[in-house]
């Protein structure tokens, strides 16, 4: 089982295949189910001093119905109140939970769907920061390693009183209902900014006319996914705009999960299908994972005629480019400190985003908890931190959120589309042109495929590219990394003389992510399990490139990552192949 602040996740189906639609767990994982949730409910009591108030939900993988009940089970043996949801978002539960002292959420995310997991947290609207989680799996692993382990794994899901587990499933749809009441809500401060409603009312104002004025329809691949069962449609529909949903039955997963390359054709199919109706209104679609955190986005571009998929990274750079120009309208002229958090991989293209709006940006180690912990660091400093994310991922996080979430990434461009001049005061997109030098390439009828042509231009390694996963022997990450510094070293003049004079790279600096704490300039390369990247710079100073790397805290695998300014693929292609072959003589030695 991978263990770790992400998530804990493996694969959960008896059949132990990882594309299983079984929903049976079999004997040991029912075992290690019990023990995991008595490991969480006495670090929630020891950290309360109290008996607590869970809310416990699942996304719609097979094997989530037979864990879920396993951990209700002991939760409530152990004499806590159990708020269950039955099948619900991460973003919804996240944001429910603030009611109360946590939640635990039955999900593996992205990974496929013979897989299943755990999330943790508390009622601060994220998943529990890597330190505490640690304690968790500190007293997990020291449970199984008892003797008597499968013998008490068994005891505590007998104790459960069926009278009160039964109450606890009979009060699922009153608590579904008040879950998806609190998030609508919730999710109006995340678009507006603000919780003051007449503020609110303003923004949406401008949202809906300008979709009145233009008309807009977005589809969505649901997937099969737990966003069926939340606001999606209800919610997007409130502005006026089209809502068309497609595989929205919940638990039928109708392909891979993971939000990217391929996954995403489907909804660009979709769409090129209404257009050829002639529904000229349906222009953007989305597609969730399973557990509904996570969402990238597919337009139709009308200088091809085609519909096309946008790439993680640029999805995460038009959210920061929104988002910055929108906290810049609605505080014009006030002195503001804006800064966006990331994670290390995140493309050099939000650098020169942020750059434009004055806005600083700062980076963790990949890890959702990581870049949200971070973006709390910033503020509590004194920066305004509205949007932060795993670039690297797509979607983002929205401020007072705490999670990725594809609704607030699809408002995020609606209010690209939306928010336009008016009365001597610009729009978002005008605003963005203006900032970046591009004043020239605005114009009043403009559309998302001309906001996407602004974008500061980079070729970056997509995460579910096969080349962007390596299978490493060495176990100790840090000693391979260590390795890696003394090949790349020895290799660096053969590098400078071919690729200096072809890409124009004159030096180099290191730089290490370790939770919340970048160190740039790094000489000690080895930093365990945490990110390391290099910078290529040119004559003057300037990156052009960098490269990344670093173990998976999900997957058993080495991640990699290229970045190059510009849209040199065989750049990207040359650099990546060198540091695969840099790790593999790393590797080996």
Same mark, same amino acid.
């Given at each position: 089982?991978?263990? $770790?602040?992400?998530?804990?996740?493996?694969?959960?189906?008896?059949?132990?295949?990882?594309?299983?639609?079984?929903?049976?767990?079999?004997?040991?994982?029912?075992?290690?189910?019990?023990?995991?949730?008595?490991?969480?409910?006495?670090?929630?009591?020891? %950290?309360?001093?109290?008996?607590?108030?869970?809310?416990?939900?699942?996304?719609?993988?097979?094997?989530?119905?037979?864990?879920?009940?396993?951990?209700?089970?002991?939760?409530?043996?152990?004499?806590?109140?159990?708020?269950?949801?039955?099948?619900?978002?991460?973003?919804?539960?996240?944001?429910?939970?603030?009611?109360?002292?946590?939640?635990?959420?039955?999900?593996? $995310?992205?990974?496929?769907?013979?897989?299943?997991?755990?999330?943790?947290?508390?009622?601060?609207?994220?998943?529990?920061?890597?330190?505490?989680?640690?304690?968790?799996?500190?007293?997990?692993?020291?449970?199984?390693?008892?003797?008597?382990?499968?013998?008490?794994?068994?005891?505590?899901?007998? %104790?459960?009183?069926?009278?009160?587990?039964?109450?606890?499933?009979?009060?699922?749809?009153?608590?579904?209902?008040?879950?998806?009441?609190?998030?609508?809500?919730?999710?109006?401060?995340?678009?507006?900014?603000?919780?003051?409603?007449? $503020?609110?009312?303003?923004?949406?104002?401008?949202?809906?006319?300008?979709?009145?004025?233009?008309?807009?329809?977005?589809?969505?691949?649901?997937?099969?996914?737990? %966003?069926?069962?939340?606001?999606?449609?209800?919610?997007?529909?409130?502005?006026?705009?089209?809502?068309?949903?497609?595989?929205?039955?919940?638990?039928?997963?109708?392909?891979?999960?993971?939000?990217?390359?391929?996954?995403?054709?489907?909804?660009?199919?979709?769409?090129?299908?209404?257009?050829?109706?002639?529904?000229?209104?349906?222009?953007?679609?989305?597609?969730?994972?399973?557990?509904?955190?996570?969402?990238?986005?597919?337009?139709?571009?009308?200088?091809?005629?085609?519909?096309?998929?946008?790439?993680?990274?640029?999805?995460?750079?038009?959210?920061?480019?929104?988002?910055?120009?929108?906290?810049?309208?609605?505080?014009?002229?006030?002195?503001?400190?804006?800064?966006?958090?990331?994670?290390?991989?995140?493309?050099?293209?939000?650098?020169?985003?942020?750059?434009?709006?004055?806005?600083?940006?700062?980076?963790?180690?990949?890890?959702?908890?990581?870049?949200?912990?971070?973006?709390?660091?910033?503020?509590?400093?004194?920066?305004?931190?509205?949007?932060?994310?795993?670039?690297?991922?797509?979607?983002?996080?929205?401020?007072?959120?705490?999670?990725?979430?594809?609704?607030?990434?699809?408002?995020?461009?609606?209010?690209?589309?939306?928010?336009?001049?008016?009365?001597?005061?610009?729009?978002?997109?005008?605003?963005?042109?203006?900032?970046?030098?591009? @004043?020239?390439?605005?114009?009043?009828?403009?559309?998302?495929?001309?906001?996407?042509?602004?974008?500061?231009?980079?070729?970056?390694?997509?995460?579910?590219? @096969?080349?962007?996963?390596?299978?490493?022997?060495?176990?100790?990450?840090?000693?391979?990394?260590?390795?890696?510094?003394?090949?790349?070293?020895?290799?660096?003049?053969?590098?400078?003389?071919?690729?200096?004079?072809?890409?124009?790279?004159?030096?180099?600096?290191?730089?290490?992510?370790?939770?919340?704490?970048?160190?740039?300039?790094?000489?000690?390369?080895?930093?365990?399990?945490?990110?390391?990247?290099?910078?290529?710079?040119?004559?003057?100073?300037?990156?052009?490139?960098?490269?990344?790397?670093?173990?998976?805290?999900?997957?058993?695998?080495?991640?990699?990552?290229?970045?190059?300014?510009?849209?040199?693929?065989?750049?990207?292609?040359?650099?990546?192949?060198?540091?695969?072959?840099?790790?593999?003589?790393?590797? $080996?030695?």
């Amino acid at each position: 089982m991978i263990l $770790s602040a992400s998530g804990w996740r493996k694969v959960f189906a008896a059949d132990g295949n990882e594309e299983s639609l079984s929903g049976d767990i079999g004997s040991e994982n029912k075992i290690l189910c019990a023990l995991i949730a008595e490991s969480f409910a006495e670090y929630m009591i020891d %950290r309360l001093g109290r008996m607590p108030v869970i809310v416990l939900g699942r996304d719609t993988r097979p094997t989530g119905k037979m864990i879920s009940d396993i951990a209700i089970r002991v939760l409530s043996a152990s004499g806590i109140t159990v708020k269950y949801l039955d099948i619900t978002a991460a973003p919804e539960i996240f944001c429910y939970a603030r009611n109360f002292d946590g939640f635990f959420y039955v999900s593996a $995310s992205h990974n496929p769907v013979g897989h299943n997991g755990i999330k943790f947290g508390m009622n601060d609207g994220g998943v529990l920061e890597g330190y505490e989680n640690s304690k968790i799996i500190k007293n997990f692993c020291k449970k199984c390693a008892e003797v008597d382990a499968e013998k008490r794994a068994e005891d505590l899901i007998a %104790r459960a009183d069926n009278l009160s587990v039964g109450e606890i499933y009979s009060s699922a749809a009153k608590n579904k209902q008040a879950a998806l009441k609190e998030y609508f809500s919730f999710m109006k401060k995340i678009i507006a900014g603000t919780e003051d409603k007449n $503020s609110q009312e303003e923004v949406f104002s401008e949202i809906k006319n300008g979709i009145s004025a233009r008309r807009l329809g977005i589809v969505a691949d649901m997937n099969g996914s737990s %966003r069926i069962k939340s606001i999606d449609k209800d919610f997007i529909e409130s502005f006026g705009i089209e809502f068309l949903s497609f595989n929205d039955k919940a638990g039928a997963i109708a392909h891979a999960i993971i939000p990217e390359g391929e996954n995403l054709s489907y909804c660009a199919e979709k769409i090129k299908e209404e257009q050829l109706k002639k529904r000229f209104e349906f222009t953007l679609g989305y597609m969730p994972d399973c557990d509904g955190d996570r969402g990238n986005a597919v337009y139709w571009n009308e200088r091809t005629n085609n519909a096309e998929c946008i790439p993680a990274q640029e999805v995460f750079a038009l959210c920061v480019l929104s988002e910055l120009a929108f906290s810049c309208r609605r505080s014009a002229g006030a002195e503001i400190k804006r800064a966006v958090a990331v994670n290390c991989p995140t493309s050099m293209r939000i650098n020169e985003i942020c750059a434009a709006f004055g806005a600083e940006i700062f980076r963790a180690e990949v890890g959702e908890a990581n870049v949200v912990n971070l973006a709390r660091k910033k503020r509590s400093e004194g920066y305004e931190v509205r949007i932060l994310g795993e670039g690297s991922n797509g979607g983002n996080i929205t401020y007072p959120s705490g999670v990725r979430d594809p609704v607030a990434t699809i408002f995020a461009i609606v209010k690209l589309l939306t928010i336009r001049d008016s009365e001597g005061e610009k729009g978002l997109f005008h605003l963005w042109c203006e900032k970046s030098g591009q @004043e020239d390439k605005y114009k009043d009828d403009f559309t998302l495929s001309d906001i996407i042509k602004t974008l500061p231009e980079y070729c970056t390694t997509n995460v579910s590219d @096969e080349r962007a996963k390596l299978n490493v022997k060495s176990n100790d990450k840090g000693a391979l990394k260590g390795r890696f510094k003394t090949v790349f070293e020895q290799e660096w003049e053969n590098f400078i003389a071919d690729f200096g004079h072809k890409y124009g790279i004159c030096g180099y600096e290191a730089d290490t992510t370790n939770g919340t704490d970048e160190l740039l300039n790094a000489q000690n390369w080895n930093n365990a399990n945490g990110g390391l990247k290099i910078r290529f710079f040119d004559k003057n100073k300037i990156p052009v490139a960098f490269i990344w790397m670093r173990p998976s805290g999900t997957e058993n695998v080495f991640r990699i990552l290229c970045d190059v300014k510009g849209n040199d693929s065989c750049m990207e292609k040359e650099l990546l192949d060198w540091e695969t072959h840099l790790i593999r003589r790393a590797d $080996s030695e």
